[in-house]
């Protein structure tokens, strides 16, 4: 295998590229569908395929292909080196070495050994859950899907690394009524690991409970008045709020181009001095974990904003050339079909030591905003937008009613010196983030924060 | 690699069109001839084969350049009554035992009490021409450095250009089952867009253009450049406007990508599972008189066309609201049955993995006949939405409710005044359907089988800076 893979790399370097990197990946998922309390849909899928990319001083060509057979390798080599064209000298690799690699993450039960029974049952409880909290329940689906990626990454400096990701996510979407009108609360906890998730760190039944109260409190909350407020934000996927207002600006696809707000401005002040962020590949068994990331680098933990200094960016291969700094373990793709390129894994921002209460006793008026849903930025503007799934208004420091239809828009620059108050207990929460490499699992987190001011989206 | 040494990049079309035919027939009847050993009653293979190419420019530079050849099989089968669906990429040893395990391992665990189907027309299909003519690698690398230069040129605020992007792509469909049918068909699609960063003292902006077409020598640098140079360029120095009730125009695209979320209202298969609040309302009025949608996968200039759906039924046009009016829900074979009409032809499928659904094809608002400028006169004084974003997040396909991050800029006396930002504009859109005033004529289908032009909607809630 290795014999053969060197001569793939030969190939790929064989019209003057300088670097040159396979991906080779089999990723067979399982995924189940409950709705209105009966099974929908089982599906079985096996992806597997090859990517090979070639570095041509700070520009890269990517080919991929299904056929890994070693012809087929071969012929998805030379086509992408078929795009290079240099005339110099041409290099060859040396010998594949496996280096040594951090601990792989436990996996306890493997999915297949896991009988479809059994996940069925994890579902049920979560529907039955969900439908208890309340009559207006009038629809629950309920998702399950494992996953198992197995991924052989080579490259052009000799290096050899085999890993297996196994990932788990259970989610559920309940939808009340009243008639009229509908409204929907969502949970989506995983992890990288098998099922002992159920074991370890998820209950079923809490999930389709806090999905189902969700909707229910929704299905009877006036609108959110629009303005300019005080916002506080709880924790777990209120670290979105990181995510999307800073994260994206913060990873070398944006910064290397010059296309950042944060571009040249490490060591300075860009947050708060009670923020702290941090995005770490390491945690054990998180979402956005990983042993390796899909350059074959070990992640690592990376402090990116200390007290409100800007400490690091999140830095791929082929971006750390351009950058001249080293890469961070941050080379993600969703699978072969797309190449690497910087990412977040578990980003959060970190615990301080505010009073979680007293930020709401002595907010004023504004929004507490419960549950965040999904968001998105423009890392060229900074300017990010996401949606308030649960809210509260909040009038003299207490909260007097739910709402709902809110959303929070602002500059990520903005809002990270808007931060006033960073509570004590950090949660993350999981979710894919899309981007140039396609969607990726990811963690999300940080305490209740406070921000001063923020424009929140609602009806006038 | 620079331009001048990307020299050699016929090589790569010609590696591209000459890897080997899939020759997948022995493997389709060493499955079919499994699965009914296993005990299938029926089954069905859906095969997809992909090609495409993709360059990126920046500083003059292709950045990124990418192409492939795919193919994968999607499997599915009625066992026991119900249906099992599996999927590979891999046709290896150990393909047709996991496909035909995967599916038996599926319908066995499924309880859906919809009876499902396999369609068994063999009818013929409508001829529809596709495809288009494709270009040499280096004019379309070529092209995508011309992009850069024409939008870097349109104005000196223009100093980056990200997402700098052209592509294509080629994909043969082919379903085959046993009971005998074996339909295929094949769509190319060649597109460009880009994303111009104008930069005036501390305001930054933002534009993002794109175009599908079917020939590559249909797209236009110099032109694609421009319009999206130009929404850069006009949107800096952009702010919000203070919170309030606007009169709003939703321009075409941005109308186009609140249509696409709220599609799915339209679909039985959400009205059967309880998640469309359009259940119950066949025949009644659910827009203005002015607003018709239809869903006719027959057009040849739409990119989400085809002569059958992911389950071979044969493809129509169909009027879903006409002049306000609910006239049918969008259906696949299984959704049809449960309420006793003929399908739509809407299955469909994402790729060859997924399971069949409902969803539109090329689905749109019929233009009206009145211009955009027209538009903004007969409005007067109010706000134009050129772009939404966030619509993952801020707008509620099942409830209808949207809030949304826009932007656009303020109309006064019928005529544009400043661009704005950093406000969010917040609806229902199956009550702003009801208070629609004008569909404008400017229909446009940007990147897909989404549609609209531009409508005057009324009034809409703005949320931006304090009221002064």
Known sequence: MKDSLRGVLDAALSTGGDFAEIFLEDNRTHAIQLLGGHVETVNSNRAHGAGIRVFHGL??????????????LLRCARQAASAVADGGSVQTAPPLVSPQLPAPFVCLQHPSDVAGKRKVEYLRQADAAARAVSAEIEQVSCSLSDSEQEVTIVNSEGLYVEDTRIRLRMACVAIASDGKEKQQGHEAPGALMGYELFADRVDPTQVG?????????????????????????????????????CGHSLEATSVAFGMSVFCDKLGQKIAADCVTAIDDGTLSNEWGSLRVDDEGMP????????????????????????MKMPPTGSGRRQSYALAPTSRMRNTYIAAGNDDEAAMIATMGDGLYAKKLGGGSVDPATGIFNFAVSEGYLVKDGKIVSPVRGASLIGKGADILLQIDRVGRDMKMAQGMCGSISGSIPVNVGQPMIRVKQMTVGGRV | MQNKSVNDTAAVSAALSGVKPMIMDDFIRKLFKEARAAGFAVAEAYLTENESFTAVAMNQEITQYSSHVTRGLGFRGLYGGHMGYSSTEA???????????????????????????????????????????????????????????????????????????VFTGNVRVRIVNTYDMDKQYAESVCGAYLQPIARDGESTATGMEIRFERDFSALNAEQLAREAAKLAVDALNASPVPSGSYRVVIQNLAMTDLLGVFSGAFSAESAQKELSLLKGKLGQAIAADCVTIVDDPLREDGFASRPFDAEGVPSARHTVVEHGVFKTFLHNLKTAHKDGVP??????????????????????????????????????????????????????????????????????????????????????????????????????????????????????????????
């Open chain 1, 59 to 72: 520009n890269a060509v990517y080919a991929y292909t299904n056929d890994t057979d070693p012809q087929g």
């Open chain 2, 343 to 468: 399908s739509t032809g809407n299955a469909s499928k994402l790729g060859y993995a997924t399971s069949v659904f409902v969803s539109p094809t090329n689905f749109y608002i019929e233009p009206g006949d009145k211009p955009f400028d027209a538009m903004l006169a007969d409005m007067g004084d109010g706000l134009v939405i050129t772009e939404v974003e966030g619509l993952h997040a801020g707008a509620n396909a099942i409830s209808g409710d949207f809030s949304l991050l826009s932007k656009g800029y303020t109309v006064r006396n019928g005529k544009r005044e400043r661009p704005v930002e950093q406000v969010t504009v917040a609806g229902n859109f199956f009550e702003m359907m009801k208070n629609v005033r004008t569909v404008g004529s400017d229909l446009r289908f940007p990147s897909g089988g989404i549609g609209s032009p531009s409508l005057d909607v009324g009034t809409l809630s703005v949320a931006g800076k304090a009221e002064e």
């Open chain 2, 91 to 165: 046709f290896d040893d150990d393909a047709v035992n996991w496909l035909v395990q995967g599916a038996m391992d599926s319908a066995t665990l499924c309880e859906d009490p919809t009876k499902p189907f396999i369609y068994d027309g063999t009818e013929p299909v409508a001829q529809m021409n596709l495809t288009g003519k494709d270009a040499p690698a280096e004019e379309k690398l070529a092209f995508a450095l011309e992009m850069e230069r024409q939008a870097k040129a349109y104005d000196p605020r223009v100093t980056q250009v990200g997402h700098n992007t």
């Open chain 1, 299 to 322: 992640t690592n933990r990376l402090v990116l904003i200390e007290n409100g200094i800007l400490n690091n960016y999140m830095i791929d291969k082929l971006n750390a050339k351009r």
């Open chain 1, 209 to 245: 409970r806090d999905a189902a109260q969700t909707a229910v409190t929704m299905l009877h909350a006036p609108e959110c008045p629009a303005g300019v407020m005080p916002v506080v934000i709880d924790n777990g996927f209120g670290g979105v709020i990181f995510h999307e207002a």
